[in-house]
């Protein structure tokens, strides 16, 4: 697989479980019920995402990817960078709305990053990415209303 490809998975993986570690210090912070079941439900959603890309990941390394020119590349690596400060921002969030703020953020960086992902891989992946993708749709959506 190609090096960068397989970072960008592996970047996918450490969104998921630090989405998760996120959501569920919400879930604690959370002053009503609603907002503790959307954060259970999204902290869940996060595992379930992680588990899937580690599944990808082994069916990519075995398939291997193609060749990217080196301006994809260097997009692909400030990508990469941009959200990994994204990321490390997540572990100051003391606040609700701090945490709501930033919620919102890394679902948008993952959308990117999935769209991104999904111009590198072959077709027959398209379903899951596409699955996930709805989904993250779906969680900024539910921040944004309930919170």
Do not use: C
Not at 86 to 115: F, N, Q, W
């Amino acid at each position: 697989m190609n090096l960068l490809i397989e970072h960008i998975v592996d970047l996918m993986m450490k969104i998921e479980h630090l989405g998760d570690e996120m959501y569920r210090r919400l879930m604690e912070q959370a002053q009503t019920e609603e907002l503790k079941s959307l954060f259970f439900d999204l902290a869940g959603q996060e595992q379930e995402h992680y588990r899937i890309y580690k599944e990808l990941r082994e069916s990519l390394l075995v398939e291997g990817l193609p060749k990217l020119s080196e301006e994809r590349e260097a997009y692909l690596n400030q990508l990469i960078k941009d959200t990994l400060l994204v990321l490390d921002l997540s572990k100051t969030i003391t606040t609700m709305e701090e945490g709501v703020k930033h919620a919102l953020r890394m679902e948008k960086e993952t959308i990117l990053m999935l769209y991104e992902l999904r111009a590198l891989i072959r077709e027959e992946h398209y379903p899951v990415l596409d699955k996930i993708i709805e989904e993250e749709q779906k969680h900024f959506l539910w921040i944004m209303e309930r919170a």
